[in-house]
């Protein structure tokens, strides 16, 4: 069940209730594509850092180690010892991500796998199933994620495929929560709105599919080859099309700026692999910018990633320490990074939601831009 406790514009504060627990939104899910945060970052370690839910990849997992092997050993919660709520993206963006892989079809989508190049096919039944066997909290509807700047003829074509592959998804999800050996027989259905960056494809799907009734839906199919400006246009005119009263997601959004102006915009999930890819790199986001841990003027710098971060990196080593451990390719260099990137961003989340309930999102964004961009 999804609950607004309040509204500050377009901005919502609310919750989801799932059989895993409750969700607060805006949240920032973060990502752990193979069931695990890259960086050598444990289920305990995100329980210390704020972190409400996790999302994991469905192709990946149906590649390695196989749904079926999770399914057997009693569902994701139990395979990653992990008992807050999971969402699984349905393999959709694969589509997109590995076009040299890939030929689609009305049926469905006939992979190579990138790891030994076997054959896969997944259509709306399979990817059901899939995430069925991972027992996820949230499944995530199998669509097309078509480039963000193709033809638009293409782009109908694909919209309208993917509207027909919803239906199927929400009969097998239905057929799947039946049965009495599903796990997870509570699993929540998300569909996707798509249609790249045409703002009337969008508006048309975004009101097919809210005719649906799902449990949530997805803004899909932005932050892949964009700018900024038309992601925020088309979020802008799509969202008042999908449902106030259900959840909305805006996939693989983002940077800080990106996520404070989509909150604007009244989309309350989101995910992104920036904070943990970054910080394995020694990026790091700051209330004031980000900063990189390679530069030489941090070799002798005493001072914490962040004065006042209460993550574990900052509250016990310096950044000429964690630079150094990045240097020798120390994995706890990069563990500290990531955990302070992450850190960061599900506290923005918890900043976020504070200022909407007291009415003074508007400042709110406005502060924490201008320090990020250096302007106060």
């Not at 900043?351 to 007291?358: C, G, H, L, N, W």
Request: proline residues 3%; hydrophobic residues 35%.
């Amino acid at each position: 069940m999804y609950r607004i406790l309040k509204e500050d514009g377009n901005a919502k504060r609310a919750e989801l209730t799932t059989v895993h627990g409750v969700v607060q939104t805006p949240v920032f899910m973060n990502v752990g594509t193979a069931a695990a945060i890259k960086g050598a970052v444990a289920t305990s370690d995100l329980e210390g850092i704020g972190t409400q839910i996790e999302l994991s990849n469905t192709y990946h997992l149906h590649v390695r180690p196989g749904d079926e092997i999770v399914k057997k050993l009693g569902g994701l919660h139990k395979f990653m010892a992990w008992g807050k709520p999971i969402l699984t993206d349905s393999g959709g963006f694969q589509v997109f991500s590995l076009a040299s892989l890939r030929k689609i079809k009305e049926e469905g989508v006939y992979f190579h796998s990138h790891m030994d190049g076997r054959k896969i096919f997944m259509g709306p039944e399979e990817s059901m199933q899939i995430q069925s066997n991972l027992a996820s909290t949230i499944a995530m509807a199998f669509d097309e994620c078509a480039p963000a700047l193709a033809e638009r003829d293409y782009v109908e074509r694909s919209v309208a495929r993917t509207t027909r592959w919803l239906g199927r998804c929400k009969a097998e999800m239905k057929r799947l929560n039946s049965l009495p050996d599903t796990i997870n027989r509570e699993q929540l259905l998300f569909g996707i709105n798509q249609g790249a960056i045409f703002a009337d494809i969008r508006i048309e799907h975004a009101k097919q599919i809210a005719e649906m009734d799902l449990d949530g839906y997805a803004i899909g199919g932005l932050a892949v080859g964009e700018s900024h400006e038309e992601m925020y246009h088309i979020i802008e005119e799509t969202v008042p099309y999908l449902p106030k009263d259900k959840p909305t997601y805006l996939m693989g959004v983002g940077t800080p700026a990106n996520i404070l102006e989509a909150v604007e915009r009244g989309v309350d999930f989101f995910d992104c692999v920036y904070p943990s890819r970054n910080g394995r790199h020694g990026h790091l986001y700051t209330n004031y910018g980000k900063i990189n841990l390679f530069n030489a003027k941090y070799e002798l710098d005493e001072r914490p990633i962040e004065e006042g971060c209460q993550c574990p990196a900052c509250r016990r080593y310096s950044r000429a320490y964690i630079r150094h451990l990045l240097k020798a390719k120390e994995m706890l260099g990069m563990r500290l990074c990531v955990l302070h990137n992450l850190y960061f961003y599900n506290t923005m989340m918890t900043e976020i939601r504070s200022a909407i309930e007291e009415g003074r999102y508007s400042a709110y964004k406005k502060e924490k831009l201008g320090r990020m961009n250096g302007e106060m």
